[in-house]
């Protein structure tokens, strides 16, 4: 009986010893997620993608830190759509936003100067009320979440702004045509517009008639007071530094490198002197966004600021001693412009793929949605690696919810990547991988594989096409082997009747598909 009793106190000391050493263990906090999103940036526009006339030291020592992926895709061709589809995880069969709409229903609203004295004008038509995004999944689990950068997806005094969508905080722009200025009249800090000390420049002013192209006072307009991108990495800094001590969340949505080009200029001057003289990019005429006296410099410039940026950025997380708890992913939304005196060819943009208009920005081909892409946690990722698994924007949904070990509310079109970053076995794949886009002609592509169909022409006055294209063979895809194999378009022709969703605002809809021109 003694020795019973002996057993049991020893017991009880040894669970009250656990209990002890359990409380006084200290708790590990859930990582700090990090996305940053580059606007138009191209496949091939940093160095780690194979970029060699633009310098990103930066981004490309953050990349070697992880695990890149050459197989990401962007859920669109063009801004807005790509951005719904990575915060909501639905593909574009199945997504509210499938283009770019400008809401213009509402009045003028290309009109800048109408714009700066009706905040009514601005922004996009707004998503559904109750629409639930990773920052309201994430702000369940504790996390302050916050956008900096380009909203441009819903307009204000509506319930489509970050605010009501799951932000804790934002700042940047609200609306994706005041982008189109690095030098706005105003941005917005989360409800309210704060006015800069800029004049009332509208994007798109033509090059003055009768002023020199080759005298830099001629381009005087385009530089102004508050340089937008410094403003917003200043707030993007302060939100890092004020929840250091808890779990964050932080959408970085850069407007950089989408026109126009305006760049600080000590960055310019340092590409003017490695490019030397380039023939300027004269706005007007049709041409687009605002002139610029060496519009390969700047371009250059603009990247090579953002990388700058970027470097700062993971310094203070290093020193703040929460970067080995980040997890820091880094794409873009779509491939690289042609338009406003960007210039895909001079920079090899889309590299290995086709980056010229047609076939980049706009566009379901490889050089228009497949984006530079990697993702870097140290002790949790190992540095230096390489990963060819498809994968998109909609997956991010249920990779970060896989990460913090919260249930989704509603089905997503992704699949969690979480067991590839951490080199685990069980990973998952798409059987297929969907792209419906209703501007630039009206386009459908659909992934199987390594095989990928391509369908243009579905909504203008042209032939509609039927393309497939065996992207291990023929990554830029210049080779039509469609005649080829019928069967491939079979497959293709199930999963696009599957999984396509009548758009719900005319402007996303394409009549042709309904009518089953999909079908064979």
């Not at 999944?137 to 950068?149: C, F, S």
């Not at 002013?205 to 830099?216: E, H, N, Q, V």
């Not at 307009?221 to 250091?244: I, Q, S």
Request: net charge negative; with cysteine; charged share 25%.
């Amino acid at each position: 009986m003694k020795n019973l009793f002996l057993v049991f106190l020893f017991t009880i000391l040894l669970f009250s010893c656990q209990e002890e050493k359990k409380a006084m263990e200290p708790e590990v906090q859930k990582p700090n997620i990090i996305y940053i999103l580059a606007d138009d940036l191209g496949y091939a526009e940093i160095g780690a993608f194979g970029q060699e006339k633009i310098e990103t030291p930066n981004i490309d020592a953050l990349a070697k830190e992880g695990m890149i992926f050459t197989q990401h895709y962007s859920s669109a061709p063009v801004c807005a759509p790509a951005r719904y589809m990575f915060l909501t995880g639905k593909h574009s069969g199945k997504a509210f936003i499938r283009g770019n709409d400008e809401w213009n229903d509402r009045g003028d609203v290309w009109n800048y100067k109408a714009m700066a004295k009706d905040s009514t004008l601005e922004g996009q038509r707004p998503v559904p009320k109750g629409t639930k995004t990773i920052a309201n999944y994430l702000k369940d689990e504790g996390y302050k979440t916050a956008l900096v950068g380009k909203w441009g997806l819903g307009a204000p005094h509506t319930h489509s702004i970050p605010n009501e969508m799951g932000f804790d905080f934002f700042y940047g722009f609200n609306c994706q045509r005041q982008a189109h200025t690095y030098y706005p009249l105003h941005l917005y800090k989360n409800r309210n517009r704060v006015h800069l000390a800029n004049d009332t420049i509208a994007p798109s002013s033509p090059f003055p008639k009768g002023a020199d192209p080759k005298d830099p006072k001629s381009y005087k307009d385009y530089t102004l007071t508050d340089y937008a991108p410094d403003l917003m990495f200043k707030e993007l800094t302060g939100f890092v530094a004020e929840n250091k001590d808890i779990p964050f969340f932080l959408y970085w949505a850069t407007p950089i490198p989408h026109v126009a080009l305006q760049a600080p200029q000590r960055w310019v001057d340092y590409y003017i002197e490695k490019f030397g003289p380039e023939e300027p990019y004269l706005s007007g005429e049709g041409n687009g966004y605002f002139s610029h006296q060496n519009p390969h410099a700047a371009y250059a410039a603009m990247v090579s600021y953002f990388d700058e940026n970027v470097g700062k950025l993971v310094k203070q997380l290093k020193d703040e001693g929460i970067y080995d708890n980040t997890l820091i992913v880094f794409t873009s939304d779509n491939g690289p412009s042609y338009a406003g005196g960007a210039d895909p060819e001079f920079f090899d943009s889309a590299k290995p793929f086709d980056g010229k208009y047609g076939k980049g920005k706009g566009f379901v081909y490889e050089g228009g949605i497949r984006v530079p892409t990697f993702f870097t946690w140290p002790g949790k990722i190992k540095r230096g690696t390489t990963s060819d698994l498809p994968s998109a924007h909609y997956d991010m949904l249920a990779t970060f919810a896989d990460i913090v070990d919260t249930p989704l509310a509603e089905q997503t079109d992704g699949i969690s990547i979480l067991p590839t970053l951490l080199g685990e076995e069980n990973q998952s794949q798409h059987e297929f991988m969907f792209w419906e886009f209703p501007e630039y002609g009206g386009q459908v592509a659909i992934r199987i594989g390594e095989w990928k169909v391509i369908r243009q022409h579905l909504k203008d006055d042209k032939e509609p096409t039927i393309e497939l294209y065996n992207l291990n063979d023929d990554p830029s895809e210049q080779v039509n082997i469609a005649a080829q194999h019928p069967e491939i378009l079979e497959e293709a022709a199930v999963i696009f009747k599957n999984e396509h969703t009548k758009a719900e605002t005319e402007r996303f809809q394409i009549p042709l598909i309904e009518q089953g021109l999909l079908e064979r």
